[in-house]
């Protein structure tokens, strides 16, 4: 069974967009961006929602032609371009950049992803995660939280029918008092 990860970069107050999709306050540094990246190489397969797939794909295809894009940004985009992706939405009809598009049932193709063979997968977006948060699907938390309150937004956490118990794996401070915490399912 394959293992799924799901991480955001998160404010302190839970939200991984504030008011009007706004993620400005979520610049990463050096550090913050090198962790990301390994965690795209680490990944087999990604698995987005339509929000943050539209966020995504309007930048990283081409980031690594920028005339300013960076060594770190312009290996990032590659390993994205490179990286397998499943976007699941039915409002849009297309996707590119080594990318299928699921129209259906977001928790069974889920079940299913898992199910198979293969490395480990990571999800990325509040709905499709809350879906499978609710589903029991979610193998690991990365939560990558800013020193900033916006005050209201997009949550990191869906609602849920019941409780989801965790465990602490590790804790990493980053420059500018960011701190990533990584908890395991409690199974």
Same mark, same amino acid.
């Given at each position: ?11 302190? /107050?839970?939200?991984?967009?504030a008011p009007g999709d706004d993620i400005g306050w ?30 995504m794909s309007s930048h990283w295809p081409t980031g ?7 060594p770190a940004e312009i290996e990032f985009a590659r ?12 409002? +849009?009809?297309?996707? /590119? ?12 193709? +889920? ?10 997968? /990571? +999800? ?54 960011? +701190? ?8």
């Amino acid at each position: 069974m394959r293992k799924l990860t799901y991480g955001m970069n998160v404010t302190l /107050d839970g939200y991984i967009a504030a008011p009007g999709d706004d993620i400005g306050w979520s610049e990463p540094s050096d550090e913050i961006f090198r962790w990301w990246t390994d965690q795209v190489r680490a990944s087999s397969l990604t698995l987005y929602g339509r929000k943050l797939w539209e966020t995504m794909s309007s930048h990283w295809p081409t980031g690594d032609q920028q005339p300013n894009a960076t060594p770190a940004e312009i290996e990032f985009a590659r390993l994205w371009r490179d990286t397998p992706k499943v976007v699941f939405s039915s409002t +849009i009809d297309k996707v /590119d950049w080594n990318t299928r598009l699921v129209t259906g049932d977001a928790v069974a193709e +889920i079940t299913r992803l898992k199910a198979e063979d293969g490395g480990p997968m /990571d +999800i990325g977006g509040a709905t499709l995660a809350g879906s499978a948060m609710r589903a029991g699907l979610i193998d690991e938390y990365q939560v990558v939280t800013y020193p900033v309150l916006v005050g209201g937004g997009t949550p990191f956490f869906a609602g849920l029918d019941s409780w989801v118990n965790l465990n602490l794996v590790a804790t990493q401070a980053f420059p500018g008092g960011v +701190i990533l915490t990584r908890y395991e399912t409690r199974r």
